[in-house]
């Protein structure tokens, strides 16, 4: 079976995909959907045999709970059995938009999403396909990114195409996601938000909304940053293009070529992603541009990482980031998919 595609680019096809998409939700189905960090399988997060179908889709492990998607206030609570002040002040400034926040579940969220334990983690996504097929449906939506478990997240109707045409009825093709890599994920059960998984919504940003958000000033200092994993899915092996993928820093061609040739590079079959210092000579054939700039270089890094996959090459050489928070999102997904 090959997915039928449906597109969205004006608000007739918007509506009839949003249409067809409610349809196959409220049957039980999995669709392959737009979202503004990346494509996401979505299927009805209160039907426990549409989220099973779900995970066998990706072969996800049982123990990584799925994030909920909702389209309202009320849909979020539902889902959830407190509400914590952090996620007013933390929702009310970036939703909807790439947060995820983690809260004590209700009854109404099912086991499986939640990985059988006590949290679920909610978001409110901005991509009006997405907006649109919840209200339509009525219910929120389970969805993890869009690929086979430990594989690359897709940015763009393209690559859930090649990763999962074969066995979905339904992609909708939302244009490229305009965030690029996945949602931030913050634990607000706590005192302190605790981030689970950067993204581009930075420490810096939540931290400022908390301190905004609590009555009494000066009350909102910086959490502390204890180095508590509670995500799941942190631990296992995440965003992997199949080549091997290297991080680092040159001055120039010749530094480049010395360091590839020490580490028994060829380059040849590889390709260089490059944002500041561009090799320009002939040594490398493989070179890539990707802005020097966080938001830029976060909605353009997953598609540079798909064509590399696809060139077939043995390495992907990426020069190393700056040390700020705004890149911190990335820098984490570049040194995870560099470790092995
Ligand atoms: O941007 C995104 O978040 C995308 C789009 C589709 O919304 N989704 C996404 O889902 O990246 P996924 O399943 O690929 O990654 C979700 C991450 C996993 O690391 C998972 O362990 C964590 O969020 N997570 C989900 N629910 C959680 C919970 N209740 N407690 C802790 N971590 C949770
Ligand atoms: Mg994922």
Redesign the pocket.
């Given at each position: 079976m090959a997915a039928e595609i449906l597109q969205t680019h004006t608000p007739a096809l918007l509506a009839t995909a949003i249409e067809r998409a409610a349809d196959v939700l409220r049957s039980g189905g999995v669709i392959g959907?737009p979202?503004e960090?990346?494509?996401?399988?979505?299927a009805n997060a209160f039907d426990p045999e549409a989220v099973a179908r779900i995970y066998a889709l990706k072969g996800?492990p049982a123990h990584?709970?799925?994030?909920v998607?909702v389209a309202s206030a009320e849909m979020a609570r539902a889902c959830t059995s407190r509400w914590p002040a952090m996620a007013d002040a933390l929702g009310s400034a970036f939703w909807p938009g790439?947060l995820?926040l983690?809260m004590p579940?209700s009854n109404r969220v099912p086991d499986i999403?939640?990985?059988g334990?006590p949290?679920?983690?909610i978001?409110w996504?901005q991509h009006p396909f997405m907006q649109g097929v919840i209200r339509a449906c009525g219910f929120p939506l389970a969805?993890?990114?869009?690929?086979l478990a430990n594989r690359l997240?897709p940015t763009n109707a393209a690559h859930v195409v090649a990763q999962l045409g074969g066995s979905l009825p339904l992609i909708v093709d939302g244009g490229n996601c305009n965030?690029g890599?996945?949602?931030t994920?913050v634990?607000v059960t706590g005192t302190f938000p605790l981030i689970?998984?950067p993204?581009m919504i930075t420490e810096t940003a939540l931290h400022a909304a908390v301190a905004a958000g609590k009555p009494e000033p000066g009350s909102g200092q910086a959490a502390p940053r204890d180095g508590i994993l509670?995500?799941?899915?942190?631990l296992?092996r995440?965003y992997l293009p199949q080549a091997r993928l290297v991080v680092r820093s040159w001055q120039d061609e010749t530094g480049l070529e010395r360091l590839m040739e020490s580490e028994g590079i060829d380059p040849d079959r590889s390709c260089i992603i490059a944002h500041t210092r561009i090799p320009m000579g002939g040594r490398f054939p493989h070179v890539m541009l990707i802005p020097d700039d966080a938001e830029a270089f976060a909605r353009a890094l997953y598609a540079e990482l798909h064509r590399c996959d696809e060139m077939g090459v043995a390495c992907i050489v990426v020069e190393s980031l700056p040390e700020t928070p705004v890149w911190a999102g990335i820098r984490d997904r570049l040194r995870r998919a560099s470790t092995r």
């Open positions: 959907a979202t960090t990346v494509y996401g399988l979505a996800r990584n709970p799925i994030i998607h790439p995820t983690v579940r999403v939640t990985a334990g949290t679920v983690g978001r996504p969805a993890p990114s869009a690929n997240s965030v890599i996945e949602s994920v634990d689970l998984r993204g509670r995500s799941p899915g942190q296992d995440h």
